[in-house]
Nanobody
Framework: EVQLVEPGGGLVQAGGSLRLSCATSGFTFEDYVIGWFRQAPGKEREGVSCISTSDHSTYYRDSVKGRFTISSDNAKNTVYLQMNSLKPEDAAVYYC???????????????WGQGTQVTVSS
């Protein structure tokens, strides 16, 4: 059974940091791209970042470049999203997902976690 579990959400003040984890199981980790997406109330889901677990190439949406860092620990089948200098507009439910091609389009991803809430207070 494919599983993606995302502990690590929470409440943080603007300017603060938070690290999200995406623990995966049930598939060959190195065969997949892992992406992070977010959805704020009343807004569409948007891609935040993704990483190729085979060559560790990374991609970011412009609004998080320089603030967020995605990484993978292949020994633990886990991907992390380190979020620094958080802004109120970063608040959303964050989801991780597994797909077969790099990119930030949600349609490219086959498996999804249940999501974790990130709240940023101003």
């Amino acid at each position: 059974e494919v599983q993606l579990v995302e502990p690590g959400g929470g409440l943080v003040q603007a300017g603060g940091s938070l690290r999200l984890s995406c623990a995966t199981s049930g598939f060959t980790f190195e065969d997949y791209v892992i992406g992070w997406f977010r959805q704020a109330p009343g807004k569409e889901r948007e891609g935040v970042s993704c990483i190729s677990t085979s060559d560790h190439s990374t991609y970011y949406r412009d609004s998080v470049k320089g603030r967020f860092t995605i990484s993978s620990d292949n020994a633990k089948n886990t991907v992390y999203l380190q979020m620094n200098s958080l802004k109120p507009e970063d608040a959303a439910v964050y989801y991780c997902a597994a797909g077969n091609a790099v990119g930030l389009g949600s349609g490219q991803y086959d498996y999804w976690g249940q999501g974790t809430q990130v709240t940023v207070s101003s």
